[in-house]
Structure formats: structure tokens, C-alpha cells
């Protein structure tokens, strides 16, 4: 099997690692502070001093970092991957991303020999924990079918969504839905919480019809705890709700439900919660 590399041991990457362990795959990871990664290190992965010289030393290289600017930086700066990764590596980046990067970093690597593809994920901490994530895929069909046993570690729904940059701009679809859906789930219960209602109860009865949705089953049982522990940090959720607006601006279309919440979330943040979860909207009302 091939030999992995992995940067990124947050909240989902550590998951997803493991899930890579656990199916055999030969792990390389790196992380800015060491300590981070003792217990992958124990399990079984390869800790290495830098991201260089992990990518030099691997065949699959992939990518789960904060930003883009992270992202740019580990690609295409002096000495990124694209002049260190040897040629006929496969690089795979599965943070959420600009779709114009994207496409970037995956022509300058065909000129190097290295094959790109942009797999941005939805699912959450659970869904990594779980492998169970949605993987949207962008880039050649090659590449795709080379990196598909990786993803079977990692996902249940994963689909090649086009060309590079593709797979960018399907997961901007993924956050412009749930960003109005949030705000939905976390009015309504606030809403019930105002009426008398046992919000638990209420939830009972809605989650299994209409109103049914991955958050309102997932984040707002964790809201009726008051568990505002990350499955997505709320800085990560503005992040690409800006990078989604950015590309509507571009193709001059208005997304007013996207602006509102990125409005919302925003004013969360400046109020010090830029580490909670998603699911602490609810904290907006209340």
C-alpha cells in the first residue's frame, strides 16, 4: 500500500488518521508542536521534524490545514511541496479552500509531475471519527481512481465532482446550506425554549419529519447540554462562508441567507467565540 503523509492533526485530521491506520496504510505525519501528535505517534504513525521532509519521503501527500494562506503557503512558497514532493506523487488537499487556488496549485503541479487533487470534507468530528465523511473531489479521473481506496478509509459519499477546483466549489454548496439551516435549527429552538416547551420532546417530534436535517439530529442535541465543543470551529465556518461570498461576488449573484449568517457568526466571534462550535449560534438569541 502506499505510503502516506498527513499534515493537519486537529480536530478532524487525528480521525482521519487513525481511520488510515486502522486500514492499513503506512502514516507519516507532521505537526507544528510534537506533543499534538503523541498519541498518533504511539498508535503507529511516523512523526517527521518537517513538512519538506515528509513530502519528499512519501507517494500520497495530503493536506488538512486551517486557511488558504496556509495551504498557499505549504504549496507554493520557496521550498513548498510543489519543489520538494518527488515527481510522480500524488497530492491530495482536504481543506476548505479557494476554488481558484485550487486549480492553481494543480496546474503548477502537473508541471512538476505530481498529480493534485482538491477533496474537501463535510461531516464534522463525528463524521471523521465515524468514516463516514463526504469527500467532493476535484481534479483528473486518474488521480481520483488512484487516491478512491484512500477515501473508502475516510468516507461514505465520495464523488468527482469535475475538473480541479471543483471539488472547492461544491463544498462552498455544502456550507451555503447549512449556513441557513443553522440559523433555522438554533431559531427554532430557541423559539421552543421561550414557549415552555421541553426542547428535548419538541425535538423528538421534528427531527423524523420535515424539519429533519444532519444539524438539527447532530449539533442540537449538543446545544440542549450547552456543549459548544468544535466539531467545527466557528472561525473555520466564517472562513468559508467568505470564501463562498467571494465567489458569488465574482459570478454576481446575491446570496442573502450566506451574508446573513456569516453576519451572525461574525458577531459570535467578536463576542470571544471564535473556538466554539458551529451549534453555538444558539448563543446569538440567547
Not at 499534515?7 to 506533543?35: E, P, W
Amino acid at each position: 500500500m502506499e505510503k502516506i503523509g498527513f499534515i493537519g492533526t486537529g480536530v478532524m485530521g487525528k480521525s482521519m488518521i487513525r481511520n488510515l491506520m486502522n486500514a492499513g496504510f503506512d502514516l507519516h505525519i507532521y505537526t507544528r508542536t510534537k506533543s499534538k501528535a503523541d498519541e498518533l505517534i504511539r498508535e503507529g504513525a511516523t512523526w517527521h521534524e518537517n513538512p519538506a521532509e515528509l513530502a519528499s519521503q512519501v507517494d500520497v501527500l495530503m493536506t488538512m490545514v486551517g486557511y488558504p494562506s496556509d495551504v498557499e503557503e505549504l504549496y507554493l512558497s520557496e521550498g513548498g511541496f510543489l519543489e520538494t514532493m518527488r515527481s510522480g506523487t500524488l497530492a491530495i488537499d482536504m481543506t476548505t479552500s479557494s476554488p481558484g487556488l485550487a486549480a492553481q496549485i494543480a496546474l503548477e503541479g502537473a508541471s512538476s509531475g505530481v498529480e493534485v487533487l482538491d477533496a474537501p470534507v463535510s461531516g464534522g468530528d463525528i463524521g471523521a471519527k465515524n468514516g463516514t465523511l463526504s469527500i467532493m473531489v476535484g481534479g483528473s479521473e486518474a488521480a481520483f481512481l488512484r487516491a478512491k481506496p484512500i477515501f473508502e478509509a475516510l468516507g461514505e459519499s465520495i464523488i468527482l465532482q469535475g475538473e480541479a477546483g471543483s471539488g472547492q466549489h461544491t463544498k462552498m454548496v455544502n456550507q451555503i446550506a447549512i449556513a441557513s439551516n443553522m440559523i433555522g435549527v438554533t431559531e427554532a429552538i430557541f423559539y421552543a425554549e421561550k414557549a415552555g416547551l421541553d426542547p428535548e420532546r419538541v425535538l423528538k417530534s421534528i427531527a423524523g419529519g420535515a424539519a429533519g436535517s444532519w444539524s438539527l439530529s447532530n449539533l442540537i442535541p449538543r446545544v440542549l447540554k450547552d456543549d459548544f465543543t468544535p466539531g467545527f470551529f466557528i472561525k473555520h465556518f466564517i472562513k468559508d462562508m467568505r470564501i463562498a461570498l467571494d465567489e458569488a461576488k465574482k459570478m454576481q449573484i446575491d446570496l442573502p441567507g450566506l451574508a446573513l449568517a456569516e453576519q451572525m457568526y461574525q458577531t459570535l466571534a467578536e463576542r470571544g467565540l471564535s473556538e466554539s462550535g458551529t451549534q453555538a449560534l444558539i448563543q446569538y438569541y440567547r
